[in-house]
């Protein structure tokens, strides 16, 4: 390796990669260091998991900073979690041992001894989460010049976690804040192993900036291992029923158990409820079989010691580990040589497959692996839809998706992000400490995520704050923070801008075990770390439970639903549905539900039309949309169709199908939403006079005209519902 980039390396990085004993660089390597060294280019780094893109982003980085060490951070790290930025800080830290580039990290977990060191020796590598990002801008402003004034290059992991979403907007602002506060230019480099818009992707990386996005995406081809499995859940009409029931849960768990119990393993959930049951009676199987408890839950609300823990017991743990987890392990962190990955139900997104996918096979030309287990309720009184196993099919539909045609979602970047406006605005009032209106104006609508926001509109969306005194004007005419908004803003929560249930610490005597956002009474037992608790104590001021360990029963103590399906995904579930072919990696169980459904699908009509009867006066509407046009054509049938067509009722059972009753027939109800589709061009339409429905935290702190117009703008999709239904109206007809 005496040749090529690798001899323009810092000499500590050459030695670096003499003991790793690599033979050679990857070509995310290669060409990161062309790009850094050879042009003044921002870069994205669009590889797969495992294939050293953390390495691509630092080697020619931390070599200029080797050569001309910088005066102030030289490189900043924004990273999505705090797991993720204690699993890079300990790569990169075991990087600069030879190095002398201090490494700093800072999020709510790191002592405030550590952040004053920084403070007083602004220095090498900073990494950061948004979070506390946004609370070194608010709250110490004078600092910033010093900290970044020197600052070379901001790495963005996991950019596709931000891109789309409130955090992505906030991310992009603050980088321009700190160019502004502190006269800096540094480079950009992001990271991401899922993205396939690389347009969009680099559009987004370089807002704000003159300079060229380059794309570094090497196509290596990546061995996968994939079987989807399904287990039948019998619905408990009767006691014979409720028996079939208890033995079918214990044959899946007892499956589960037998698969992992010897293994290092990963097993995905999609929400923290799932995780924790999951834990819950892995253990008791264990229990009862009287074997070593190997397991494990990682998620959000449980408390930074314990997730450590449970990412150590996988990454350097001696023998079997088994960890039950939500998105929290979805991100890169680096866990080792995992034996298994396990899929319970199938992920919303193709994105989130590939990412939980790419947890395994990280290790030389092992295969990726992924086992999705797929338990669903099976009534064959229920209604023709609910027949019909959706989570199966999901997951059928996203492995094809990615497997065959490499598709992951695209990106949607919302054109009136109200609730990400308060924020930066009231963050970056709070900054300066007073402001001309001019001035903020100029300061905020200048950030890239905030082009499309009219001037009148800022001006109606200041207006506002004055009324309800989130911000207040002086005698001199100035804007400062008011005291409604001091409340807010001066409030640690203040720091994120994705939504938050407000949770309450539960304590088993002084050790922190986690947090959850239902309070139950004293006496009431629940599970939070995989284990029972039972509720000693609640103090209400502090917003603390204290615990102790018990027997009983398992309730769910967090909110939150299943995440937005696009409609490719949904479509793609109705093409599996409608032909024959076969998948090899379905296991004989999963193939024979396939099998059941499609005969039924068939039998029934299900495919051929959008609106099917139901029996009597009611009408199944299955638009094999996405949960974004599912929701307008809700809002369609609701607001502007219920009355022509003298609907009494509608169920949605998002985003597969819903369920309207009314003196009406399919032919009109279908015919009704074609001509409203064909007509109706106004997505205002279909919301109330007085209706501002919230898409973000700080909604709510928005003048309702603003909010009316960003959720007929962004949270709803006349276009897309259109395309969708017309297409199916050349291919299909009413019976």
Same mark, same amino acid.
């Given at each position: ?40 280019? #921002? ?254 839950? #990682? ?204 949770? #309450? ?153 819903m369920v309207v009753a009314g003196t009406t027939d399919e032919s009109a109800i279908w015919n009704a939403i074609l001509s409203e589709l064909e007509n ?56």
């Amino acid at each position: 390796m005496s040749s090529g980039p690798f001899r323009r390396l810092a000499p500590f990085i050459q030695e670096f990669i003499y003991k790793k004993k690599w033979d050679t660089l990857r070509e995310a390597q290669v060409e990161a260091c062309r790009v850094l060294f050879d042009t003044d280019h #921002h870069l994205l780094i669009a590889s797969g998991t495992a294939s050293g893109k953390t390495e691509a982003a630092f080697f020619p980085a931390l070599t200029e900073l080797y050569h001309d060490p910088s005066e102030s951070v030289g490189i900043l790290y924004i990273g999505p979690l705090k797991a993720l930025i204690n699993d890079q800080f300990e790569r990169v830290s075991d990087l600069l041992k030879e190095g002398q580039v201090p490494v700093w990290h800072w999020h709510g977990d790191v002592s405030q001894a550590e952040k004053t060191k920084l403070m007083q020796r602004p220095s090498g590598v900073l990494q950061i989460t948004p979070e506390s990002l946004e609370g070194l801008l608010m709250n110490r402003p004078n600092a910033i010049p010093a900290l970044f004034h020197d600052l070379r290059y901001i790495i963005i992991d996991e950019v596709h976690a931000f891109m789309g979403a409130d955090r992505g907007m906030q991310v992009i602002s603050q980088l321009i804040r700190i160019q502004r506060m502190s006269g800096c230019s540094p480079r950009r480099i992001g990271l991401s192993a899922t993205l396939r818009d690389y347009d969009a992707a680099a559009g987004w990386l370089g807002a704000g900036t003159p300079q060229a996005v380059e794309v570094v995406s090497p196509q290596g081809r990546r061995k996968l291992r994939i079987s989807i499995d399904h287990f039948s859940f019998p619905d408990a009409r009767d006691e014979k029923q409720a028996e079939q029931l208890e033995l079918a849960k214990k044959a899946y768990y007892d499956y589960l158990y037998d698969v992992t119990h010897l293994k290092k393993a990963l097993v995905f959930t999609n929400s923290r409820s799932d995780a924790e049951l999951t834990t819950l009676e892995l253990r008791r199987i264990a229990a009862k079989r009287e074997q070593r408890d190997v397991f494990h839950v #990682h998620h959000g609300s449980i408390s930074a010691m314990l997730r450590e823990e449970t990412e150590n017991a996988l990454r350097k743990g001696q023998g079997p580990a088994v960890a039950a987890a939500t998105l929290t392990l979805e991100l890169g962190i680096d866990l080792g040589e995992l034996e298994r990955v396990i899929q319970l139900g199938a992920p919303y997104s193709c994105s989130s497959f590939v990412q939980r996918l790419g947890r395994s096979g990280r290790r030389g030309d092992q295969a990726s692996e992924m086992l999705f287990l797929c338990p669903e309720e099976e009534d064959e009184e229920a209604e023709l839809p609910a027949r019909m196993p959706w989570t199966l099919l999901r997951a059928i539909a996203v492995t094809e998706l990615y497997v065959r045609h490499k598709w992951v979602e695209p990106v949607y970047i919302r054109k009136k992000p109200m609730g990400v406006l308060y924020h930066q605005t009231m963050s970056t009032l709070k900054s300066m400490g007073e402001a001309e209106p001019a001035e903020l104006a100029r300061a905020v609508l200048t950030l890239p995520s905030f082009r499309q926001i009219e001037p009148a509109e800022y001006k109606t969306f200041l207006q506002y704050l004055l009324d309800i005194d989130h911000i207040e004007r002086t005698e001199e005419g100035t804007l400062i923070i008011g005291l409604g908004g001091e409340k807010i803003v001066n409030n640690y929560r203040f720091y994120a801008v994705f939504k938050d249930d407000e949770e #309450h610490t539960v304590y088993n005597g002084s050790e922190e075990i986690g947090s959850i956002t239902t309070v139950p009474p004293p006496g009431y037992c629940f599970s939070l770390a995989g284990k029972l608790w039972k509720v000693e104590e609640i103090d209400t001021k502090h917003k603390s439970l204290y615990v102790k360990s018990a027997k009983g029963k398992v309730d769910t103590l967090w909110l939150g639903a299943g995440g937005d399906i696009h409609t490719l995904v949904i479509q793609k579930m109705r093409e599996v549905l409608e032909s024959d072919d076969l998948y090899p990696y379905l296991t004989p169980s999963a193939a024979n539900r396939l099998e059941r459904a499609r005969r039924l699908a068939r039998e029934s009509g299900l495919l051929k039309s959008v609106v099917i009867p139901a029996g009597g006066d009611s009408f199944f509407i299955l638009p094999w949309a996405g949960s974004k046009q599912f929701r307008t054509l809700e809002r369609m049938l609701k607001h502007n169709l219920a009355g022509r067509l003298e609907l009494r009722s509608l169920v949605p059972m998002e985003p597969y199908y819903m369920v309207v009753a009314g003196t009406t027939d399919e032919s009109a109800i279908w015919n009704a939403i074609l001509s409203e589709l064909e007509n109706n061009k106004d997505a205002s339409t279909l919301l109330d006079e007085d209706e501002a429905p919230y898409l973000s935290k700080y909604d709510e702190f928005v003048s309702p005209q603003l909010v009316r117009t960003a959720f007929h703008v962004d949270g709803l999709d006349l276009e897309g519902l259109a395309k969708v239904l017309i297409d199916r109206h050349s291919t299909t007809s009413v019976n």
